[in-house]
């Protein structure tokens, strides 16, 4: 889980989008979550996967959901020549859900 927004990032797993606990999060941050929509905490500049580095420039962005009442943190998905899209993860899991029923599957 996000530990200190804007300073050190330690989460559990690489695994985007994550919900955060609100409580946490600076006034000023929230307001601007608010208002402008995201606010972008941090970029990931490389990473190292099975000892091998790679450079990103992967930005990673605090966001609300108003559906859910939760801030989550998120990266774009998508392509450069396609949409990028951000999405909270309890959207996220009711999609799935509505998929496997649709197709009669029960885990996607």
């Known amino acids: ?8 990032i330690m989460c559990e797993g690489l695994n985007f989008p994550k919900v955060v606990d609100g409580k946490k999060i600076p006034l000023y941050v929230k307001l601007i979550v608010r208002v402008f929509g ?3 905490i941090f970029t990931l500049d490389k990473v190292s996967v099975l000892g091998r580095e790679f450079k990103l420039n992967l930005d990673f962005y605090l966001l609300y959901c108003k559906k859910h ?5 998120d990266f774009l998905h998508g392509f450069e020549d396609k949409k990028y899209f951000l999405g909270c993860p309890l959207c996220v899991n009711e999609y799935k859900k509505f998929i496997d029923g649709v197709i009669g599957r029960e885990n996607c």
Do not use: C, D, P, Q
Request: charged share 25%; glycine share 6%; hydrophobic share 40%.
């Open 38 to 40: 995201s606010y972008r």
């Open 69 to 73: 009442r939760v801030y989550y943190v």
């Open 1 to 8: 889980m996000i530990v200190e927004i804007g300073k050190t």
